[in-house]
């Protein structure tokens, strides 16, 4: 759930990249990084191994317009993806505004993308589920292997969900989900500050 600081006058928002091992959780937010100019962002920290696999999360604090004279910051995280680190992504996911559901689009990911994303379900237990926004990314639409966009959506079950496509190694589709997220989120936050205003 966002926080608000009264003092700052500052709302964070927290967002974050799921989704298995190798998808292209941790390509995003890098790309993000080296794209967002110096002054609207913060540094990026990253806990990986020796192979460059996330250890623990990438970490990306952006700023994000204002609503009502507030500051909007995006606290962007990527969880690691592989299965053993499930206790590291339940903490991650700890107050969880949004989530990138990154699925790796080749045919013989598809068991991961599921495995995951029923992790994921379970790891959110226990969470308003209500309040958090989710939106798929399929990933690696380049690569010869990539099973067709439905399908992904289908063996998934996220029909209700927003779906974007992605090259998240080439930068495309990056920028466009991260868009749709956090106007999910700030969306709410606008709904929840008119109700706070009597204005709702
Ligand atoms: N071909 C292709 N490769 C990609 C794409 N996106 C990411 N990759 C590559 O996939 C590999 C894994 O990317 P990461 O971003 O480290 O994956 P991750 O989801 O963070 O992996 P974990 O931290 O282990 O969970 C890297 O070699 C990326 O360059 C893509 O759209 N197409
Ligand atoms: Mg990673």
Redesign the pocket.
Known sequence: MATVSYSAKEIDCKIVYA?P???????NVKYIHGQVATGSRGKLISLAAGN???LFFDFLPLDSGEINGFKIRLHLY?V???AMYSDSRRLILQGVDGIVF?ADSQESRMDANIASLRDLKENLRGQRRKGVSLVLQC?????HDAIPVPEIVSQLGLSRVACLE?????GKGVFETLRRVSRMVIGRLHRQFEILEGRA
């Open positions: 989704g091992g190798l998808s292209g959780k941790t390509t460059d696999r996330t990527s690691p993806g592989q990154v990933n690696k639409r380049d690569l992605a090259v998240a190694s080439e």
